[in-house]
């Protein structure tokens, strides 16, 4: 007998503004790490917390604090309660926030399995859905602007509840997103809690000494105009019916990742060949996944591509490795767009995995001898990625610790990137449970899952 799908209830709906006259009216240009994400889709987290309690306590006891608390951290994060707005051309688009503007709040019930949701196993991705808040991706013609954040709290009474958010990724980096929902955690546990380093909102300290902006204005704008906005995309997933795509983690252990930096190294003296550069855990897991990917699309379809190309992606903090300071703090975005490439065939074959830690590696080195270095081709390069047969791009990083947010009913259960489920791509994560461990997020048509699961969990077995 098939299981019956869970159901969602929307309980109340909160328009959540920063305290009355706590935040000035504030205007900010986007700078030219900002543009790019402007032909992307929101980013789509779920945080999954462990909470025993029944709904009709949460509603009366733990809710009004969260609204509260979530206003309190508006005040200091207020860009996020405001809009994207698009002046008439040629004035480029910019973040306004005004007094009175708000986050949507959707508060829901499920009867659902939390810990069905919650797990690492196979789970079909049209069930996590109903768990996210709705915000628009673009304008329309009579309201030039677009919200930039939108929140969901669901419950799963006696057992847990999920904490989600749609926020467009042109208004903050995961650095910056990070930041804000560690402070919304403190504020609610103790919301005398005093923030010691606020959100730095100065664009001025970004400087364009390459002219990014107007070239990717000009790339923005001629995507806009043809209707091509969403670059991140993929319509071939789209087409695929709902029940055909499944969503897993795996966890990357820290022996895994030392075991094959280890059989890479002894490969290489064996066959007198240079080492692939920065062997980091990050990049030797993305190497491994990169691979099983590969191999699970060969198995699936029967067939390899032979000399076709197979595309790579990820970013890359920006930060520490500019050659002028910007703040830690600082909100808005400030990383760097990455992509290599490698023949299929062979990443197939029996050094396949030292062909794309090489391939990797040299693209970090580059990025850190100059993180700018080409970076007038982002919007172009990532228009070819995602329009390849074959690309792989990563979003997230473990070096962010999502997984200490704890607003004091301990840490998360689990982390989910909804939004991987149409772009092709998959997730980073550091490990809930394991010190040093990635939780890699991905969704698959279910042929291709199984396959990627049996690459990677012998994949894993076979290197000694």
């Not at 076709?308 to 050659?323: C, E, K, M, V």
Request: hydrophobic share 40%; net charge neutral.
């Amino acid at each position: 007998m098939a299981k019956r799908p869970s159901t969602v209830e929307v309980v109340a709906r909160y328009h959540v503004s920063p305290p009355p006259n706590s935040a000035p009216p504030t205007s900010l240009p986007l700078t030219f790490f900002d543009i790019p994400w402007l032909c992307f889709s929101a980013s789509q987290p779920l945080f999954f917390y462990k909470y025993p309690f029944p709904t009709n306590h949460f509603l009366s006891t733990t809710l009004p604090t969260l609204v509260h608390s979530l206003s309190l951290t508006l005040q200091h994060f207020f860009a996020l309660a405001g809009s994207l707005v698009w002046p008439p051309d040629p004035f480029k688009p910019l973040i306004v926030y005004n007094e009175g503007n708000y986050v949507s709040l959707v508060v829901a019930e499920s009867d659902g399995d939390f810990f069905h949701f919650s797990g690492n196993h196979q789970r079909c991705v049209n069930e996590f859905y109903p768990l996210l808040p709705q915000l628009p991706s673009r304008a329309s013609e009579s309201k030039h602007e677009i919200p930039l954040l939108a929140a969901q709290i669901t419950i799963f009474s006696n057992s847990g509840i999920c904490i989600g958010f749609a926020y467009h990724h042109v208004v903050a980096d995961g650095r910056t997103f990070n930041s804000f929902i560690k402070t919304w955690a403190s504020l609610f546990r103790d919301p005398s809690f005093l923030i010691k380093s606020l959100p730095f909102y100065d664009r001025t300290v970004v400087k364009d000494t390459c002219g990014l902006e107007s070239i990717f204005l000009n790339d923005w704008s001629n995507r806009k105009s043809s209707q091509e906005m969403a670059i991140g995309v993929d319509t071939r997933v789209t087409n695929l019916s709902d029940s055909d795509m499944v969503r897993a983690t795996f966890l990357m252990c820290p022996g895994d990742m030392e075991k094959i930096k280890q059989w890479i190294v002894t490969q290489c003296k064996l066959k007198n060949n240079p080492q692939p550069p920065y062997l980091t855990p990050s990049n030797l897991t993305c190497a491994f996944v990169w691979i099983c990917l590969i191999k699970a699309q060969e198995k699936v379809n029967g067939k390899l591509f032979g000399k076709n190309p197979s595309y790579f992606g990820f970013n890359a903090g920006g930060i520490t490795r500019l050659d002028y300071p910007v703040p830690t703090t600082y909100f808005g975005n400030c990383i760097a767009f990455a992509r290599t490439m490698a023949i299929q065939r062979e990443l197939c074959g029996e050094d396949g995995i030292i062909v794309a830690a090489n391939m990797i590696g040299n693209r970090v080195k580059e990025l850190d001898d100059g993180v700018l270095a080409g970076a007038e081709t982002w919007i172009s390069d990532w228009a070819v990625f995602y329009e390849s047969e074959s690309h792989v791009m990563v979003t997230g990083s473990p070096k962010l610790d999502f997984y200490d947010t704890d607003f004091g009913w301990g840490r998360p259960k689990k982390i989910e990137e909804i939004s991987n489920d149409k772009a092709n791509a998959i997730s980073f994560t550091e490990s809930r449970d394991v010190k040093g461990g990635i939780e890699v997020g991905l969704a698959l048509p279910k042929a291709k899952m199984d396959a990627f699961t049996s690459f990677f969990t012998h994949g894993l077995e076979l290197i000694k």
